[in-house]
């Protein structure tokens, strides 16, 4: 008391600007909540500096009400709003976030379903055309067994006659008739053949 006569203003000023720091390191909306920890740590540092100051040793610092003036209140009720915002519009964004990474797989999975059935649709389209290929060639393979096997049961010299009877329906319909001529081959007219028996 006898070097520092104002060492109470010295105090309370020590006491404040800690709890400033102290405060100044909360979120508004959390102080309340954190009074505990903000009490300690207030204590901690005014007994550190006045210590240091003035010499004396602070056992404890208490705030028995946390009295906010209205602009300070007002403050904390737009920090709060604002941090629910901000909340609101994170969640917002994980879930866009989510959509868009099921809309990703969707189209990844539409793509792999469009090409397995064009693959497919290929597939049948390329063993549809061989089982034809394979058809038309047993049918012609078929069809000159049985030219062989009728040149050989009739003769050669005799297929011309052969060929243009098998045109006939049997109905007597007029026939178109092919001779072999001088230079070529002839066109004869058409006739009309007989009905076999008459």
Known sequence: MKHNPDWKTLLEKTVISSAKIALGQQQAQDIADSRQKVMAQITQDTASKVQSLLGIKVINVQMPNFTFDRGYVKAMEVAAEEKTVLRRKQIELQQQEVTAQTTVVNADAAAKAQEATADAQAYTK??????????????????????????????????????????????????PQVQAGKGGAMIVPNMKLATLGK
């Open 126 to 175: 390329l063993k549809n055309k061989e089982a034809q290929a394979q058809g038309d060639l047993a049918i012609l393979q078929a069809q000159a067994k049985g030219f062989n096997d009728v040149a050989k049961a009739i003769g050669v010299e005799n297929m011309q006659t052969y060929l243009v009877t098998n045109k006939w329906d049997g109905n007597g319909q007029i026939v």
